[in-house]
């Protein structure tokens, strides 16, 4: 079975200042790694994945993640956030070959003027 | 067309009422899914249908019954709900088959159930 643990239920951070939402995943078998971001009212979108290959992933929005094995981590970060970027983001892992997505518990980011 | 369209955008039911929500996507997903995501809270998955055939069924009540009659199409029948039922309803789809591919979600129906 897979988990994944999002270690921040809230990240208040300044506009223009960087932010990395943090994600720990468990499974005994392979898995694919994604980042959703839900803003209100709405449902979720597909930020960025990690399959395979190399371990930084980049979004068109400025966002990037990086896979860590050895740590299980799979970090979003921005170096520059803007107020648009208040949203709750969900990080999300897929067995490979399985049918279910499980997700996170969420992190909220509020980014303040 | 790369979106998936849920109606209605909201909806609120008796403990009696019979209704149904709809989810359509023309992206040529060949998987679909229902969440059911409560305030503040991640999206629990609680059905998977597969070229057209139920694949996983989360346990759900059976006052919650899915149909999927096409490959665009995903419904979800509700009869006699509770209002602990309440919550928004999230359809989803992605390619079969395919478990590197993200969901493309709609925006769901916001469901009050009083």
């Known amino acids: 079975a897979q988990s994944v643990t999002q270690l921040d239920s809230q990240v208040p951070v300044f506009e223009e200042a960087p932010v990395e939402l943090r994600c720990n995943y468990s499974?005994?078998?392979?898995?694919?790694l994604f980042w959703y971001v839900q803003y209100p009212n709405q449902g979720l979108q597909l930020l960025l994945k990690y399959l395979s290959g190399s371990t930084l992933v980049e979004s068109i929005n400025g966002f990037e993640a990086e896979f860590n094995k050895s740590q299980t981590s799979f970090h979003l970060r921005k170096p520059s956030v803007h107020i648009s970027d208040t949203a709750e983001y969900f990080c999300?892992?897929?067995?490979?070959?399985?049918?279910?997505?499980?997700f996170g518990a969420g992190t909220r980011l509020f980014v303040k003027a | 067309d790369t979106e998936v369209t849920q109606t209605p955008k909201h909806l609120v039911m008796g403990m009696t009422n019979k209704k149904s929500l709809k989810c359509e996507q023309h992206?040529?997903?060949?998987?679909m899914y229902w969440y059911k995501q409560k305030a503040k809270k991640p999206p629990e998955l609680m059905f998977v249908y597969s070229y057209e055939k139920l694949s996983i069924n989360e346990s759900v009540p059976s006052r919650f019954s899915p149909e999927c009659p096409n490959s665009s199409l995903l419904n979800l029948h509700l009869h006699a709900l509770q209002p602990e039922d309440s919550a928004l309803y999230l359809c989803a789809s992605s390619q079969a088959g395919v478990s590197n591919y993200g969901y493309t979600f709609g925006s769901g129906t916001r469901l009050t159930v009083v």
């Open positions: 999300a892992v897929r067995q490979a070959g399985g049918f279910k997505t499980i």
């Open positions: 992206m040529g997903h060949r998987a």
């Open positions: 499974s005994s078998v392979s898995v694919y």
